[in-house]
């Protein structure tokens, strides 16, 4: 995992250009498990590393990062922290992005562990937006970013359609 002292953070890129910020808002991030999507540090973080569904170099060396707050407290962050890691792996897939070298090896141990944190943190309770990012994040670190989008999407209405149709056809 890329230290968030080292100075490689400055090399990366983001949507705005470089990724120096980068490690400020990931330590902001780790004083607030129960922080909201809308707020900070997440808006800048969602919005820097994966802009309207582009992801960049900062964004695979950021993953570790939230995957080690979810091992941490795993009852207790909420559902961006899994819902992140499993967007910025949709992205790469379906634009078919390369990782740098050096930081694909710590992008893949943390994207491997979200089943495994999935099911740490089920002894909680679950709203629908928890469980559409916990079911997403299994998905996207299984390897099937279309799968993983979709759930994303699939609330108790979509579904309730959606299975309507699927009975009808």
């Given amino acids: 995992m890329l230290d968030l002292k080292s100075s490689r953070w400055s090399a990366l890129d983001h949507a705005y250009g470089s990724a120096s910020d980068i490690p400020k808002l990931l330590e902001a991030l780790s004083t607030l498990p129960k922080s909201s999507g809308n707020s900070e540090p997440w808006f800048s973080l969602w919005s820097s590393l994966a802009h309207q569904g582009d992801v960049y170099s900062a964004s695979f060396a950021a993953v570790p990062h939230v995957m080690r707050l979810i091992e941490i407290a795993p009852l207790l962050v909420g559902e961006e922290y899994f819902h992140f890691p499993a967007w910025i ?34 002894a909680r309770e679950w709203d629908t937006e928890f469980l559409q990012s916990a079911l997403c994040a299994i998905a996207a670190a299984k390897g099937d970013p279309d799968v993983a989008e979709a759930v994303q999407e ?3 209405e979509i579904a309730k359609n959606f299975m309507e149709w699927f009975r009808q056809r």
């Fill in 89 to 122: 792996e949709i992205c790469r897939k379906k634009k078919k992005i390369q990782i740098p070298e050096d930081i694909a090896p710590a992008y893949f141990e943390a994207l491997s562990k979200l089943p495994s944190l999935v099911a740490a943190a089920s």
């Fill in 154 to 156: 699939l609330s108790p």
